[in-house]
């Protein structure tokens, strides 16, 4: 079992930056591929980033790679999402996920390719 909760949203004006943590819990953390999904009003949830346990592969959507970083610290098992460069196009709920998986390398970009959800954090970009 993992449970996830994600922080560090807020309101922040274009060009600006954010972390998001996304903190677990559970004793499969460690060995799971996390990813973070965004879903806007009026829109489809939308894969955003991915990184196996390991945290040597990581995968974006290629509208955000040169924005977004996603990178994970084991030892406190949490995973981060920095944003910088944000955009209006840019708000949305930020979800985490996670997944265990027995490869270190693994990493997944499909929405239910995950088993575990965090309840969200809001991340508006005000122009």
């Known amino acids: 079992q993992v449970q996830l909760v994600e922080s560090g949203g807020g309101l922040v004006q274009v060009g600006g930056s954010l972390r998001l943590s996304c903190a677990a819990s559970g004793r499969n953390f460690r060995s799971a591929a996390v990813g973070w999904f965004r879903q806007a009003p009026g829109k489809e949830r939308e894969f955003v980033a991915a990184?196996?346990?390991?945290?040597?592969?990581?995968y974006y959507t290629d509208s955000l790679k040169d924005r977004f970083t996603i990178s994970r610290d084991n030892a406190k098992t949490t995973v981060y999402l920095q944003m910088n460069s944000l955009k209006p196009e840019d708000t949305a709920v930020y979800y985490c996920v996670a997944r265990p998986t027995s490869y270190s390398g693994t990493y997944y970009r499909q929405l239910n390719e995950y088993d575990y959800w965090g309840q969200g954090t809001q991340v508006t970009v005000s122009s």
């Open positions: 990184i196996s346990w390991g945290g040597g592969n990581t």
